[in-house]
């Protein structure tokens, strides 16, 4: 499989971009299954599902080609499995101590993948885009912490398994960027698919069905309906890495997720943030303005040259 090619411009930005609306949509709508009564081990089964039509559709518009290679399937399959099997740790870890620390924790998890990349990908970037990146791994925690309910804290168990899924996150992204060197990014995506459908059956056993279980169109259409806009932007994730730098591409779309997200929830649901959102929001603009505005040239990546699949 060849590289990038330089011809692709800027086109990462526009996979990137469209990433951060469609996932700032999703996570502005993305409670509302939940509060219908519809649970989230169910969303995920959902969620699998819609990958689906984005998979064979991306696959048979480049050609219908799905690389086979022992390396091309562990790739596409760890990818899966590590985004995945993140959120099946996550189920766990939310049950076992505060989301109001966990989701801060889970949220740096685009500095695993600057660190790899960085060192591992000889990744490099601008004063600009160092700026930008600092600002979003600033922003990301603020945006996700909320103030204590007053419930109590006790055990480490929850700390590790947050650490587990920032650091799985974080290295999906890496190998997400990696993959993109020896692949498709189609077929990275029809992996990622199969390994999140593998997971089904965890998710369901999961489930916790002494409790109503909404199966109405409130329930897994409405769910559907939202968590295909996460399967779509997903796929655009993929393209973006695929023709970006992944210290660029992982804070961007971390930080202008969360964004989008704020402005779609103030004018579509008439949630106002609070001040601490509000800096957030602030600092995460700053951050994605930085990052997309970088020349494409600014400290030129080292990456090794790719090899045929």
Same mark, same amino acid.
């Given at each position: ?6 011809? @692709? ?10 990433? $951060? $609306?469609?996932?700032? $949509? ?133 700390? $590790? ?51 109503? +279980? ?11 309906? +939202? ?58 603009? @700053? ?13 030129? @990546? ?8």
């Amino acid at each position: 499989m060849s590289a990038p090619p330089a011809s @692709a411009g800027r086109s990462w930005l526009a996979n990137a971009l469209i990433t $951060v $609306v469609l996932w700032g $949509v999703w996570g502005a709508f993305s409670d509302q299954s939940p509060k219908h009564g519809f649970p989230d081990t169910l969303v995920y089964c959902v969620w699998a599902l819609t990958m689906i039509p984005p998979a064979f559709i991306a696959l048979r518009a480049a050609g219908g080609k799905l690389e086979r290679s022992p390396r091309a399937i562990a790739y596409g399959m760890a990818i899966g499995l590590l985004g995945a099997g993140g959120q099946m740790v996550l189920f766990y870890a939310i049950t076992r101590g505060p989301a109001y620390l966990i989701f801060p924790i889970i949220s740096l998890s685009p500095l695993v993948t600057i660190v790899m990349s960085f060192a591992l990908l000889g990744e490099r970037t601008g004063k600009l885009g160092v700026l930008g990146i600092l600002l979003a791994l600033i922003a990301l925690p603020i945006f996700n912490y909320a103030p204590a309910d007053g419930a109590a804290t006790s055990g480490s168990l929850w700390f $590790v398994l947050a650490l587990v899924v920032m650091l799985s996150w974080g290295v999906q992204a890496y190998f997400m960027k990696s993959a993109n060197n020896h692949m498709s990014a189609e077929g990275i995506f029809f992996y990622m698919m199969i390994a999140g459908l593998l997971l089904v059956p965890v998710a369901w056993a999961l489930t916790d069905r002494s409790q109503a +279980i909404n199966w109405g169109w409130s329930g897994p259409a409405l769910a559907a309906g +939202i968590q295909v806009l996460n399967a779509i932007g997903a796929l655009t994730l993929v393209f973006a890495f695929r023709y970006g730098k992944a210290i660029i591409v992982a804070p961007l779309s971390n930080a202008g997720a969360p964004l989008a997200t704020a402005i779609i929830s103030l004018i579509a649901l008439g949630v106002m943030p609070d001040t601490l959102k509000i800096v957030g929001l602030v600092l995460a603009l @700053a951050a994605s303005v930085l990052l997309a505005i970088e020349p494409d040239d600014a400290g030129k @990546a080292l990456d090794p040259a790719p090899e045929p699949a």
